[in-house]
């Protein structure tokens, strides 16, 4: 495998990871809102780890549009309904099931079904399969839009044409700002966010151009840039630290477009601290073979966890927070860890359509 794929396989192993720690908001709902320990974690899981998201698509983009030709869209697109589409209905469907089968013996569970309407055919179905509302798996969110932005890639791939890709990576910029103006980010959040699509489409551009997406940014002054703009981002999404930003256009704006910033910088990032010792290690062989798993599976088994010990820790004060996110993520993952193994070695074509390598 080449230096190349070895970082690119590095970036998304490591941002596999990220999107847990990120969920680990959930603790949220069983802490105060208005202390250090709080803000601490909002910058670390909200704002850090949401790097991940707009990197992946960067890297998404930039692998589907190598050696990008009409001809060779059908491969490619067969390939994503192996990696994206069959994942996605399998792990929510499976959630389904879970759901139902528990409901009745698990209250939270029983809610969770009343709320989201999967005691109806009908309901399910529109958890699962509509584009507006979040998947019943929530992160999955994320191979839907991906999977739709496959779908139209001969048209964005024949934008590129014109001034050799960057008109188009421009008016998606714009079009981050427009969505930030007319107030729209949030209700497209789940379909084609403006900054998925500024990403992704920077991401082919590179391709495209026959850059390399490691070595183009493979530089500390990148990650710096990424840095700072997170840590803005930071600031002024959090009240206590700054300007609240829910209803301002302005600030909508800015964050959409320092997602695009961002991207970069984790990649260049996990590029730097990859050695050879650490990719030939079997940990790291078990980590990355089984980060999908982890990706697509911590929104049960993580919460399991956090949502079994927080009534637990109902009268405990200052470092409650601290513990219940190590808790999600120090017993959810390694519970992945387990059942990961298990369902290897139990029916390993099974795992196949659960761990994204059917």
């Known amino acids: 495998m080449s230096d190349r794929n070895q970082s690119l396989d590095a970036a998304r192993c490591v941002m596999n990871y990220m999107i847990v720690i990120l969920h680990a908001w959930a603790v949220f709902q069983y802490v105060k809102w208005d202390t250090i320990e709080f803000i601490s974690w909002t910058v670390i899981c909200s704002h850090l780890m949401w790097l991940a998201i707009p990197a992946f698509f960067m890297i998404s983009g930039y692998l589907l549009f190598q050696k990008f030709s009409l001809a060779s869209w059908p491969n490619k697109m067969v390939r994503r309904v ?84 960057w008109a188009l990576f421009g008016a998606t910029v714009v079009w981050c700002v427009v ?17 998925a699509l500024s990403c ?45 930003s829910d209803t301002n256009a302005a600030i909508s704006i800015i964050l959409s477009l320092l997602a695009i910033l961002e991207a970069p910088a984790l990649i260049s990032l996990v590029s730097h601290i990859r050695t050879e010792g650490v990719v030939k290690s079997r940990v790291y062989g078990f980590l990355k073979e089984m980060s999908f798993f982890a990706y697509a599976g911590h929104f049960l088994f993580c919460s399991m966890w956090l949502h079994t010990a927080a009534p637990l820790l109902s009268g405990m004060g200052g470092g409650k927070m601290t513990l219940l996110i190590l808790i999600f993520v120090g017993c959810g993952i390694p519970t992945m860890a387990l059942v990961y193994w298990l369902g290897k070695r139990i029916c390993p074509r099974a795992m196949k359509i659960f761990d994204g390598t059917l």
């Open 200 to 244: 992704f489409v920077l991401g082919g551009v590179l391709a495209r151009n026959e850059k390399d997406l490691v070595s183009t940014f493979k530089h500390w002054g990148w990650f710096a840039i990424g840095l700072a703009a997170c840590l803005i981002r930071a600031a002024i999404s959090i009240p206590r630290l700054g300007v609240h």
């Open 179 to 195: 969505e930030g103006m007319l107030g729209i980010a949030e209700p497209l959040h789940l379909t084609a966010p403006a900054y």
């Open 82 to 165: 192996k990696r994206l589409a069959v994942p996605y209905f399998a792990w929510n469907i499976f959630f389904v099931a879970f759901y139902l089968a528990l409901a009745h013996f698990v209250p939270r569970l029983g809610t969770r079904v009343a709320s989201f309407g999967l005691d109806t055919i009908g309901g399910a179905i529109s958890k699962i399969a509509s584009l507006t509302v979040a998947p019943i798996d929530g992160p999955l969110w994320f191979l839907r839009v991906l999977f739709l932005f496959a779908l139209v890639s001969p048209i964005l791939w024949w934008l590129m044409c014109f001034a050799r890709g």
